[in-house]
């Protein structure tokens, strides 16, 4: 073998050498095949493995047909559940090809790692750089999490070792002289002794032979196979991490081992099985032994011969179904690839590298986008585990099972997208779930966008299920023992340890999407004090939408929002009383979040409007005084004023000229640039729709564009940043139009827009002909018949928003002035002047 060619030492579990200590590296296929194999050939009486005794009563699970790894022990303490570590084993692990060989053979199989209840016990280690892991440095524990372990190694034994045979990339080197060497090939015992040998010799380059954590469980150990040599005559197997054989072969005392063992901090635990996954298996994680392919090597694990052939027709498979070109050609020609680049860089067979550098150059033409693909997928993968329902559980867990196999919501490692009807029962039960689980900090789903619809009757999810998750249920478990009760529990406490009123109307919020009747008197009481003693504009306003929002979940949930809207309604007067004074002297970042607010108060007075609270009058009535206030008021900021305006116009409670009047007199020259600029942005900009606005009214564009080419050089480039800012918002096709008008000049803007086709595809009037030929499929989209789709269309037309046959007229009629664009400039640049 390259590096360690030689044997050296007596042969492990031969005459006079004590226990057959078999040094892995942790999730190495290569270490499964050869601890299989000289488990084969040693036929021991005990087989013991690396890891926590605790799990020994879990170790029969291992042999249940419902357990498929990955998976991982998973230790907690029971008085805090996130001091927790994770031991995983994959298919390919070591350790769990030696525990399913004892239990196909009858034979017994036990942990002698440091107890768990030591480790988690054990003081939190000084945060260090940690080195890539190597055969079997560290031990058990996820890193990161409380009471985890760290790498208890200062050095890379894989590194060294490469080095020192002539490689610059350990995992190439491990895989040549290891992943390479085929199960049974010459003797089944040559490369433990071998692993033993070079252990030693960098173990002599520690200052003292490890670390302390390193010593206390190498200690441990060696008790623990002292006590199976004396309770087993055919003999003891050890499985455990590469680093570790020297010191397990170590003779020492028994005092001398008890001694390091004597005071150690202790924690009581709770041991269980949970699912892992492949991903996870890619990070540093337990056993100390982060792997880059965990899908590369369960696929050298587990196919019977032809790994290179197998893996690049997989990865064909993979790139048909993403609609990419490959054909069985490309996997010959890949092939032939990969082996000539092993032979190029003196490999003895094709690895990862050449596979992957093939599959680049044939099936992905060079191109690394699906190769990205092909490295998610494959190299590492979303496999995940399972375990069986008999497993050990905290009873919050097993009251989730049982809710994800009603509701047909099976955990994933791969991300997916889940769309939801709450008109369904099923779906309205699986939104209550993941609500829930987001209040009790499980994360498994994430809400997202909905395509398609804004109502509440639909939500989207995005999911994904990672093992930390079980971590997480466990702490969850203090809150109760089923998801509504634990849920409701959390969410009361939350409410009265909440710092602010928003907090509070936010939490409101989730309890209705959570549909948690037994929380609502609480947080209603503290959510009305809290209102009632907030005196900060800014926190009202933050607070209101979300409370509205609220009152909406009630419809399609069949929740009693009654208080919830007396509430609102009691917040939404105080908002109308301090808003004007809260607007004034801000500066331009205050302005543009108090504009924020402004439109947010907005679309929830709307939605509060349509169930207003008795005894609160009309509040739509109010809030439009309130912009009338806003709109006029000199003191207020021109973003403020120019939505304030905007919002009153498109509610119908301002007249085109009115609001062309207010806009005149904000865009004269007595008014400073700067601050007219700050009114265009907020009449027009902010994603409102107004380069719509511009476009269908010709004396709002006038006067933009008269204005914009009137302001002094010295102040051009001052406003030309806020400008750039509103019209970047806009759709590209409203650019092209609004460029379309600026080059046709003022007076052709003019006379083309009396004429009536201001734009292409608009006109003066209604096109009836045009507008018949969309009424087929009008009707099949919204389930009417000929008549009442006519009939809608009609009158519809005649009426307009404001009920007067000009209405259409009004709405059809197409705009006249640019936005300030010099005749001839770029249609995409709105304000590309020269400075």
């Not at 009760?485 to 907090?503: F, I, M």
Request: hydrophobic content about 45%.
């Amino acid at each position: 073998m390259t590096g360690i060619d030689r044997p050296v030492g007596d042969r492990p579990g031969g005459s006079g050498a004590g226990p057959l200590l078999l040094g892995v590296r942790h999730h190495g296929p290569g270490s499964a095949r050869a601890v299989r194999a000289a488990l084969e050939a040693a036929r021991p009486g005990v087989v013991l493995i690396e890891g926590p005794p605790e799990a020994d009563a879990l170790i029969p699970l291992a042999a249940d047909e419902d357990m498929r790894p990955p998976v991982a022990l998973l230790a907690h303490a029971v008085d805090e559940p996130g001091r927790s570590a994770f031991w995983p084993m994959a298919e390919f692990s070591p350790e769990w090809v030696a525990i399913r060989w004892a239990l196909e053979h009858d034979v017994p199989v036990r942990f002698i790692d440091l107890p768990a209840a030591h480790t988690l016990a054990w003081p939190e280690p000084e945060p260090e750089p940690e080195p890539r892991s190597g055969p079997g440095e560290g031990e058990g524990g996820e890193p990161g999490a409380p009471g985890a372990a760290s790498s208890d190694v200062r050095v890379d034994p894989l590194a060294v070792l490469a080095e020192a045979a002539g490689y610059d990339d350990p995992e190439r080197w491990w895989e040549d002289v290891v992943e390479h060497r085929g199960a049974g090939e010459g003797d089944v015992f040559a490369p433990f002794t071998a692993l033993e040998e070079a252990m030693g010799a960098l173990r002599e380059t520690e200052e003292g032979g490890g670390r302390d954590r390193d010593l206390v469980r190498e200690a441990y150990m060696r008790l623990q196979v002292r006590a199976a040599q004396r309770d087993f005559d055919r003999g003891v197997a050890v499985v455990c991490g590469a680093w570790h054989v020297p010191a397990l072969r170590r003779r020492t005392t028994v005092a001398a081992d008890r001694a390091l063992l004597r005071g150690l901090p202790k924690a009581k635990v709770d041991l269980t099985w949970v699912p892992w996954t492949h991903r996870r298996l890619s990070r540093v994680s337990g056993y100390g032994a982060g792997i880059d392919s965990p899908g590369w090597y369960g696929h050298l694990f587990g196919v019977p011969d032809r790994p290179v052939e197998r893996w690049l027709t997989k990865v064909a498979g993979l790139l048909r179904e993403e609609d990419r070109p490959v054909s069985s050609a490309h996997v010959i020609e890949a092939v032939r690839l990969a082996g000539t680049l092993a032979v190029m860089r003196g490999r003895p067979l094709p690895g990862l590298s050449e596979t992957t550098d093939a599959v680049r150059a044939v099936m992905c033409e060079g191109s690394d986008v699906p190769l990205a693909l092909v490295h998610d997928r494959l190299v590492v993968g979303d496999v995940l585990g399972e375990v069986p329902a008999g497993a050990p559980a905290v009873p919050l867990q097993r009251d989730l099972d049982r809710i994800q196999r009603r509701l047909r919501l099976r955990p994933e490692a791969q991300e997916r997208e889940l769309e939801l009807d709450l008109r369904k029962e099923t779906d309205a039960g699986r939104s209550r779930l993941l609500h829930r689980l987001r209040l009790l900090g499980v994360g498994w789903g994430e809400p997202a966008a909905s395509r398609g619809s804004t109502g509440t009757f639909r939500e989207t999810w995005r999911l994904r299920w990672e093992p930390e998750l079980s971590v997480r249920v466990a702490e969850a478990g203090v809150w109760g023992t089923t998801v509504l009760a634990a849920a409701t529990a959390r969410a009361k406490a939350d409410a009265v340890t909440a710092q602010g009123l928003a907090d509070v109307t936010a939490l409101a919020e989730r309890c209705l999407l959570a549909e948690l009747p037994g929380t609502l008197p609480t947080v209603m009481r503290i959510l009305a004090d809290r209102a009632a003693l907030d005196t900060e504009v800014g926190h009202l306003v933050q607070a209101l939408p979300a409370l509205v929002r609220s009152l909406r979940y009630g419809d399609v949930r069949g929740t009693d929002t009654g208080a919830l809207a007396e509430v609102a309604a009691g917040l939404a007067e105080r908002v109308f009383v301090g808003l004007p004074p809260a607007c004034a002297a801000l500066d331009a970042d205050a302005a543009e979040g108090m504009r924020r607010h402004v439109d947010a108060v907005h679309g929830a007075v709307g939605l509060l409007g349509d169930a207003p609270a008795p005894g609160h009058g009309d509040l739509r009535a109010r809030w439009r005084a309130v912009l009338r206030t806003l709109s006029t008021r000199d003191t207020v900021p021109g973003v403020i004023r120019g939505r304030a305006v905007r919002l009153l116009l498109d509610d119908g409670e301002l007249a085109p000229d009115e609001a062309a009047r207010l806009m005149g007199l904000v865009l004269s020259p007595g008014t400073p640039p700067s601050d007219a600029a700050a009114w265009i942005e907020g009449f027009v900009g902010g994603g409102s729709g107004g380069g719509m606005l511009l476009l269908h009214d010709e004396r709002l564009l006038a006067l933009v564009d008269a204005w914009l080419t009137g302001v002094p050089a010295e102040a051009f480039t001052d406003v030309l940043p806020l400008l750039r800012r509103t019209f970047s918002a806009y759709e590209p096709g409203v650019r092209r139009s609004l460029g379309e008008l600026v080059r046709r000049g003022p007076d052709r803007r003019a006379s083309v827009t009396t004429a009536g086709s201001g734009i292409p595809g608009f006109a003066a009037g209604l096109d009836t002909e045009r507008a018949d030929a969309v009424l087929p499929v009008v009707r099949l989209l919204l389930g009417l018949d000929a008549a009442s789709t006519a009939d809608t269309v009609v009158t519809a037309d005649a009426t307009g928003p404001a009920g007067t046959a000009d209405a259409a007229d009004a709405r059809t009629r197409t705009a006249g002035p640019g936005t300030g664009l010099r005749p001839g400039a770029d249609d995409n640049d709105l304000v590309g002047v020269d400075a």
